[in-house]
């Protein structure tokens, strides 16, 4: 009795503690192709998807936009797979650059515009770079800059109807997927925590006008250093009309968890104060925010999913906060939904709904096709159970924890035994913890070169670290996002730049051997499938 009376009181507590609602939300008819690295946009009142790659990590020179209930193919000029997308001042959207060839390899100089009103697509000049992993974005003055790359050297360069594409400048440092903020109608800023390789960055912030300066505050918070669906559109709380440039960035912290919001205010970098800490536990598991930013209004919005596959919405009050005060959050949810991949392409609708299409689960492989509306403006209950989001309760939550207070008396009295305990959150939370142990574990071993060892396998990773191969697997594919195979390979890879950068007169045959690859042509194999260039070719290209 005791005992049911405690949890009854707990459960209250939690209630009364927690701030969520159960969103609405619509599925949409699949695309036609199922997709990844891609873009969506919302166009003359049509959602529309451009690119990336389909089934097979294939690159798919198509678009198709949703109309009178269904999805319309058309087809593009040329592939853009993780290349960047604009959707321009004049209604037309300029796409540019993307990975050309299937597996995510390679860079491409191609730059085409879409017109929405006849559905059709024509040539523009090519860049002036070959690019993947780029962003562009359209100045004050109407110029497009464009900046990022993807295991290759990186340039500002600048689009006008004149001229085309002119390179403006090198960069600081080489970013892949960087943020580019107007700070001026002639002016912007070109940051990233990590560079073309997807190492950490030196915090160096470019300015289009201007030297570049160092921002610590950059590599601390993490703001958000890869995106991959192709519209890196900052969150703008601005007027920049009136000479305001303001922004909010999600960071991520060293453990790549949402922990804070960037503000960037002209050339001035905080982090925006919080009345609570940003929820990283949702139903039933952590929650993975992983798109940039969205407004709506009064508010921004950040776009999470977990493993059981329910989406999520953070509303982010920010204006309290740039008035001397907190900014508040308030967490909107759904239900587990079928085929809801883990990271797709996401849109802001008009009318404060939220747009999800296609995209991954842990496989570039195998890509989803499905299509999803949510609206946090019509949330469907109160204050859900398991949610903890440290937030002020509301009446509807007190009212329904009283009632379980009471009916927990009741099956107390009814009942000889006491009520079973579901295993299925404890579980998975003690999955979640294994599979983080585990990894951190595995990590160590990799930092110690464990990766040269010829012949490597995950049996004989398991057995070093006494357990499973099950397990080993598990682990790197929820910390590192891929499979064992391109994880050790990543390694090696790695190995393999830093020594050919620091002695370029080694023998590639005595690199690959030290790396830990079986033969040198395994080695060139591997090294182009990653970065899209033979050894040669990458050397070449940083002297």
Request: aromatic share 10%; hydrophobic share 35%.
């Amino acid at each position: 009795m005791k005992k049911c009376i405690l949890i009854s009181l707990a459960l209250l507590l939690s209630l009364t503690q927690a701030r969520a609602q159960e969103m609405a939300w619509e599925r949409l008819p699949d695309l036609a192709v199922p997709r990844a690295g891609h873009a969506l946009v919302y166009l003359n009142g049509e959602l529309t998807v451009f690119g990336g790659h389909t089934t097979g990590f294939i690159p798919t020179p198509t678009a198709e936009y949703y109309k009178e209930g269904k999805w319309n193919m058309i087809s593009s000029l040329y592939t853009h797979d993780n290349g960047f997308c604009l959707p321009l001042k004049d209604g037309s959207v300029l796409l540019g650059g993307g990975l050309p060839e299937p597996f995510g390899v390679g860079q491409s100089f191609s730059a085409e515009r879409y017109l929405p009103l006849s559905h059709t697509f024509e040539p523009e000049t090519i860049l002036d770079h070959k690019r993947a992993a780029s962003t562009a974005i359209e100045l004050g003055n109407g110029a497009i800059l464009v900046s990022g790359n993807w295991y290759a050297e990186d340039a500002l360069e600048q689009y006008s109807a004149r001229n085309g594409f002119e390179t403006v400048k090198r960069t600081a440092e080489n970013r892949a997927y960087p943020w580019i903020l107007p700070t001026a109608p002639d002016n912007a800023l070109i940051f990233s925590p990590s560079d073309s390789w997807g190492a950490p960055g030196k915090g160096w912030v470019d300015r289009l006008k201007g030297e570049p300066f160092q921002i610590p505050l950059i590599l601390q918070s993490k703001p958000f250093g890869s995106d991959g669906d192709g519209k890196r559109i900052p969150c703008e709380i601005g007027d920049s009309s009136k000479g305001d440039y303001d922004y909010l960035l999600l960071a991520m912290g060293d453990s790549l968890k949402a922990k804070s919001i960037l503000r960037v205010h002209g050339e001035d970098f905080s982090l925006l104060e919080l009345e609570t800490p940003i929820p990283l536990e949702g139903v039933n598991g952590p929650i993975h925010y992983w798109h940039p930013l969205l407004r709506h209004g009064e508010y921004a919005w950040a776009l999470g999913t977990d493993s059981d596959r329910r989406a999520y919405l953070l509303q982010i009050g920010y204006k309290p906060a740039l008035e001397g005060g907190k900014a508040t959050l308030k967490l909107y949810y759904t239900e587990p939904l079928e085929d809801l991949p883990l990271y797709g392409a996401c849109t802001m609708l008009p009318d404060g709904r939220v747009a999800l299409a296609g995209g991954i689960d842990r496989s570039n492989y195998k890509p989803y096709a499905s299509v999803y509306l949510f609206n946090p403006l019509q949330a469907k209950t109160e204050a859900s159970s398991g949610i903890r989001a440290r937030t002020t309760g509301t009446v509807v939550g007190v009212l329904t924890a009283l009632a379980l207070v009471g009916l927990g008396f009741w099956l107390a009295r009814r009942r000889k035994k006491p009520l079973p305990v579901r295993p299925a959150a404890n579980q998975k939370d003690s999955k979640n913890q294994r599979d983080r142990d585990l990894f951190e574990k595995v990590s160590a071993l990799m930092e110690d070169g464990l990766y040269t060892q010829k012949g490597l396998s995950i049996a004989d990773l398991a057995t070093t670290l006494g357990t499973n191969t099950k397990y080993i697997s598990s682990c790197i594919n929820t910390g590192a996002n891929c499979s064992f195979f391109d994880y050790v390979n990543g390694y090696r890879i790695r190995f393999a730049q830093k020594k050919m950068m620091e002695n370029p007169s080694l023998r590639l045959s005595d690199i690959a051997d030290a790396a830990g690859f079986a033969s040198e042509s395994a080695f060139y194999r591997n090294f182009k499938a990653v970065t899209g260039q033979t050894p040669a070719e990458w050397l070449a290209a940083r002297n």
